[in-house]
């Protein structure tokens, strides 16, 4: 599998000089599967690039939704793919009480917030509400697991040729109790976290200001850390940064994140904050980071 990062900012997109080297987009991220085909995590504006960027396919495009917070399906109306007779999209997202995954979304998609109606996509478009359960895509089993968060929430978890992807992007698994110390029943996402290839977890607050948010749905750096080494993740990318963590910001959090990494008996390669366009390459049970996008990451 290949990842690649085309969102990771949280709550709000934060274009700007201060954001340029993390990016500004909320939340996606595109996983190219072993047999080419493309599984997409998330539809925040991030997903306006990726659009651009993929090329025709006959196979169909899958769009993991965590859940329908709007950092998270903002780009959705701008995602070429949708506007293309020949596509097939198949949107994934969790199930509620309250109304159909179609006509959720269908509240974005209409009027007044969009001058073109989900009846009206040109693409062939359906809805499958992925409540906690496993199925195939092509070559890789899907597992989708509740997580604790506001709302309905999901998180996923792709394994495809010896290799997984569990992706968390909101996330509050403590609620203000140490991880640490807690039975592993107790915690949010871990059973689908559990050894991992790649973690990529919410990690939105520092540790000073996570008590002034408790509740909000995410994750303390801590937590995050915690998590990645109790659930014996290979890798850890943080995610889903705070929109007013500026570039030098996270160039510090990365420096503090590696060295609590390292005390809790990690290696200071296995923990990075992800970055716009960054690509990692998944082999049997292994990352590989790209070597073109290597010289661009700043120092851990």
Not at 18 to 36: A, H, K, V, W
Not at 65 to 77: A, C, V
Not at 167 to 176: A, K, M, S
Not at 225 to 244: C, I
Request: charged letters at 25%; aromatic letters at 6%.
């Amino acid at each position: 599998m290949k990842v690649e990062v085309w969102g990771a900012r949280g709550s709000i997109p934060a274009p700007g000089p201060e954001t340029t080297r993390y990016g500004g987009n909320t939340s996606c991220i595109e996983i190219t599967l072993s047999d080419g085909s493309v599984v997409v995590l998330d539809a925040g504006t991030g997903i306006r690039n990726l659009g651009i960027a993929l090329r025709p396919t006959e196979q169909p495009l899958h769009i993991l939704l965590t859940h329908l917070h709007l950092d998270h399906i903002q780009g959705l109306m701008f995602f070429a793919p949708l506007f293309r007779p020949e596509a097939e999209v198949v949107i994934w997202g969790p199930a509620s009480p309250e109304a159909s995954l179609r006509d959720r979304i269908a509240r974005y998609i209409s009027a007044p917030l969009t001058p073109v109606e989900m009846r009206e996509l040109p693409c062939q478009v359906s809805f499958r509400e992925a409540e906690t359960t496993e199925w195939q895509i092509g070559p890789a089993r899907i597992h989708a697991a509740s997580v604790a968060h506001r709302g309905p929430t999901l998180g996923y978890r792709v394994e495809d040729d010896g290799s997984s992807v569990c992706y968390i992007p909101d996330h509050e698994p403590g609620l203000g109790a140490s991880l640490a110390e807690l039975e592993e029943e107790w915690i949010s996402g871990f059973d689908l976290a559990r050894k991992a290839t790649l973690l990529i977890h919410d990690s939105q607050y520092t540790d000073d200001e996570y008590p002034e948010h408790l509740g909000w749905g995410h994750s303390p750096l801590s937590d995050a850390l915690v998590l990645g080494q109790r659930t014996g993740a290979e890798r850890l990318l943080l995610f889903h940064h705070d929109p007013l963590h500026s570039d030098d910001f996270l160039d510090a959090l990365s420096g503090e994140a590696t060295a609590r990494w390292q005390d809790l008996g990690g290696r200071s390669d296995q923990v990075e904050l992800a970055t716009e366009r960054r690509e990692l390459e998944l082999r049997a049970g292994t990352v590989a980071s790209d070597p073109r996008r290597e010289t661009a990451q700043p120092p851990l």
